[in-house]
């Protein structure tokens, strides 16, 4: 190994004394390859343990906590009992070489699909207009009753509930990417005038809830990890200014990593008083090592992990690049960083070795990725 790389393979303490062997975690990723109930597929499970072996943290895609929160095609459920042996297959491989199973709760909210959910249902903190996963059109979400939102609280418990049994090292709230989490948190998406409307009041709620499940039934070293999106485009939105405050009260609850979603992990806050400045390293800043903080965004080669690590956090999140070569943390413990595979072929024989509704979405140019062909790269 180029001795430069070294302190990406240098093991980390979590607050709950869980010891990861490395720096590196897999992104939860949408790969729309689970069976249409939602149990884990056949093609998942060799997918999800090449990309699991060598990494120390292994992030599942994210998986439903109740039907009215599916937002993809083929996305996985954790949601009932008849999903623990499915789940408890996946974490079984994901734990093989070493790697700490997480599986990361969600619940798309406004952004589940109607073609998806029950009775074509979706429903949000306030009724919103939405385009979601894959869609060309606008569909409307309802706003939630308050007893519709306690349940939802409660489906992020047993979800976690469902998790321990499975096997799982650990859980993460999915609070990113303008899903129910993420919408309760926003101005944008909710405008409610009951008690529900104060931004931080659903996110925590969901963070105890799963906290006193973790407490009741899983083991002391049983993970909790949190995702967020720390800014919006979206007008009033998530500014840093409030993710400022969210950063404070998570970062003294009984959680052991936040997780901070960026699709590129250098990008600088776009207004507010904190305008032009970087935004990990306001997170870093704020959360003062309380937690560790897992940084994500566009890394694809073993000098981006490296930067990535040196903007101050303490994990290195990999996604897609983990997807076009599933040996890339290999290829640098083993000083073969120039082999690394870092560029979508789509004429590869081997697909890439992903599961072929993933390699399709690929080669359609669905998601941004650097690729050998000149298709477009955006969605």
Do not use: C
């Not at 082999?339 to 998601?367: C, M, V």
């Amino acid at each position: 190994m180029n001795t430069k790389y070294e302190p990406l393979f240098k093991s980390l303490t979590l607050p709950n004394g869980v010891e990861l062997k490395n720096r590196f975690v897999l992104a939860p990723l949408t790969h729309v390859s689970s069976n249409d109930d939602g149990s884990i597929s056949d093609i998942e499970i060799p997918y999800i343990e090449k990309r699991s072996k060598d990494v120390g943290l292994s992030i599942t895609a994210a998986s439903y906590v109740e039907p009215l929160g599916k937002a993809f095609p083929g996305q996985p459920s954790v949601s009932k009992d008849a999903d623990i042996e499915g789940l408890r297959q996946q974490a079984e491989v994901m734990k093989k070489n070493g790697a700490k199973a997480v599986i990361q709760i969600h619940h798309g909210g406004a952004m589940s699909l109607p073609g998806l959910t029950p009775n074509s249902d979706v429903a949000a903190p306030s009724e919103v207009e939405v385009k979601g996963f894959g869609q060309q059109e606008k569909h409307t979400a309802r706003a939630l009753t308050e007893e519709e939102i306690e349940h939802s609280i409660e489906s992020f418990a047993r979800a976690t509930k469902i998790a321990i049994d499975a096997g799982f090292d650990g859980v993460e709230i999915h609070g990113a990417n303008h899903y129910l989490i993420h919408q309760f948190f926003s101005p944008y998406y909710n405008r409610r005038e009951d008690k529900w409307g104060d931004h931080l009041k659903y996110p925590v709620a969901v963070v105890d809830a799963v906290t006193k499940v973790v407490q009741e039934h899983g083991a002391p070293d049983f993970i909790v990890g949190y995702r967020f999106s720390p800014e919006e485009a979206e007008s009033p939105g998530i500014s840093m200014e409030l993710t400022q405050k969210l950063v404070d009260v998570l970062s003294e609850k009984p959680l052991d990593y936040l997780h901070v979603s960026l699709f590129d992990i250098h990008s600088k806050t776009r207004e507010g008083k904190f305008e032009g400045e970087t935004r990990i390293n306001l997170i870093s800043e704020w959360v003062n090592g309380r937690k560790p903080v897992i940084g994500i965004g566009s890394i694809f080669t073993a000098d981006d992990a490296l930067n990535a690590l040196n903007t101050g956090v303490e994990l290195v999140g990999i996604g897609r690049e983990l997807l076009l070569d599933h040996e890339f943390v290999a290829k640098i413990e083993q000083g073969k960083e120039d082999e690394i595979i870092s560029e979508f072929d789509p004429e590869r024989t081997d697909l890439h070795e992903l599961p072929e509704p993933l390699w399709k979405q690929f080669n359609a140019g669905f998601y941004p990725l650097p690729r050998k062909d000149e298709k477009s790269t955006t969605n």
